[in-house]
């Protein structure tokens, strides 16, 4: 029942108090590294519906993204303002995949079950990222060779596929 409270919670955070907390929190976050181990997942109602578990081999990394649109050098040859190509290009990945591979890069052992979205300012989006570590964890037959992250088989990768309608 607590979960259903803590879902509702965080749907419309500016009419709970989940946006205060968050405002808190966030003057500690831009000061730490922008890839960072937690105790604990923010929204706990996520995560477990995400595949985390509270026990060993289950770890929790807070990943910062910065926000903005893909951009691209300048040519340094002449055409016109219309085919430079710098300006308004989208990337063809998400941000939450991006945070998904840097925390894969960055602990190669893990691998990374699923992210969601934790919070977001006018210059960074927080991502938390699920990973398990798979030698300690037998019991997690996730896939062998590079990561899922890489290969787009996290839910994020396969939205970016299509899979997901």
Do not use: C
Request: zero cysteines.
């Amino acid at each position: 029942m607590a979960y259903k409270y803590l879902s509702d919670a965080w749907k419309k955070p500016e009419d709970s108090y989940v946006e205060e907390v968050m405002r808190q929190r966030l003057i500690t976050w831009r000061k730490e590294p922008a890839i960072v181990r937690v105790e604990k997942p923010t929204r706990l109602d996520r995560a477990r519906r995400l595949g985390y578990k509270a026990k060993k081999g289950y770890v929790v990394i807070r990943v910062r993204v910065r926000r903005s649109g893909f951009s691209k050098p300048r040519p340094r040859s002449g055409r016109r303002p219309k085919r430079m190509g710098v300006s308004k290009i989208k990337l063809g990945k998400s941000l939450r995949l991006v945070a998904e591979e840097r925390a894969a890069r960055r602990f190669p052992n893990l691998e990374v079950l699923n992210s969601y979205w934790a919070w977001e300012d006018g210059l960074y989006k927080w991502f938390e990222v699920i990973m398990a570590d798979r030698t300690f964890l037998p019991e997690l037959r996730i896939g062998k060779g590079h990561g899922r992250a890489f290969r787009g088989l996290t839910s994020a990768g396969r939205k970016v596929r299509g899979l997901l309608s």
